[in-house]
């Protein structure tokens, strides 16, 4: 019997840098995480570290991380991330450093196609994924395939304007976790986090907060399909492990858009963190094969 390759996934986060060692059925033979460094030169040492774990051992290297990213020439022309994200030309550096094949894509982007392969996007041709996490990204999918943009940026929903700021300073845009717990943790004088917001929705305050918060992230995801008309809106970040959440959204989802019921899905992502990997993976090996 062929004995399957090898490959290093990796997503970098503004947290953590999360890889495994995949086979080329999307098998996790081997994972790890570390604290993701913010000085850009220890950060892109950190990554020869990893990549230099694994020498010999690979046949490939697979990349996702957030950014305005060209895939073919590995620059990320995001303005909002990291000194760290932005300093270096990741797929450049690492072919460079390992000598064997490397692709380096969007995060959101491997997300949706970590679902399309293994998870709650198998079967479909059209759909979107919405990411709550550090921030809010989307990613959308058509035709079996990405769906990019000219400029790399196509469904970047946390940059959409989904209405007047309270105090008529502005627009606000749909926001991540973050604020969710950071509005709670100023209310109650404490330092709180998800699992605390959600133990205590039965608190009046802190139920008008996440109602207010839950609404502009229902928003961005309708506006959306409303104007791609997908099978499904998949939602994922690790707020999904909270049924209550997804319960939630699923109600004010079709509250707002009624017509959206008897034809668009609504489901949670079914990969996890490794959603991002997998992905990153089949975009790598459908490079190798072409």
């Known amino acids: 019997m062929k004995q399957l390759q090898r490959y290093l996934a990796v997503d970098i986060g503004g947290t953590a840098v999360k890889y495994s060692i995949l086979n080329e059925s999307y098998e996790e ?12 030169k220890c950060f892109l040492n950190q990554l020869f570290a990893i990549s230099d774990r694994y020498s010999g051992q690979i046949a490939g290297m697979a990349v996702c991380m957030a950014g305005f990213i060209d895939p073919v020439t590995g620059e990320n022309r995001d303005f909002s991330v990291g000194d760290n994200f932005r300093a270096w030309n990741l797929k450049k550096e690492l072919s460079e450093r390992t000598k064997i094949p490397i692709i380096l894509e969007n995060d959101s982007n491997c997300a949706a196609l970590g679902e399309m392969v293994a998870g709650a996007g198998k079967g479909l041709q059209n759909f979107v994924l919405l990411t709550i996490g550090t921030g809010v990204g989307a990613a959308l999918v058509f035709d079996g395939k990405l769906v990019r943009g000219s400029h790399f940026k196509a469904g970047e929903a946390g940059l959409a304007l989904i209405g007047e700021n309270d105090s008529a300073a502005g627009y606000v845009t749909a926001e991540a976790t973050s604020r969710l717990v950071r509005e709670v943790s100023k209310l109650t004088g404490n330092q709180v986090d998800g699992h605390y917001v959600f133990e205590h929705l039965d608190n009046p305050e802190i139920q008008a907060i996440y109602k207010k918060w839950l609404e502009r992230i229902v928003l961005t995801a309708g506006n959306l399909a409303v104007f791609v008309d997908p099978e499904a809106v998949l939602i994922g970040g ?39 990997r997998i992905g990153a993976l089949y975009l790598l090996l459908n490079a190798l094969k072409r």
Do not use: V, W
Not at 251 to 270: D, I, S
């Open 238 to 276: 690790g707020i999904c492990r909270q049924e209550r959440f997804i319960s939630d959204f699923r109600q004010q989802f079709y509250a707002l858009f009624p017509h959206m019921k008897e034809y668009t899905r609504l489901e949670a992502c079914q990969t996890g963190n490794l959603a991002g």
């Open 29 to 40: 033979l081997e994972c790890g995480e570390e604290a993701t460094q913010k000085d850009p």
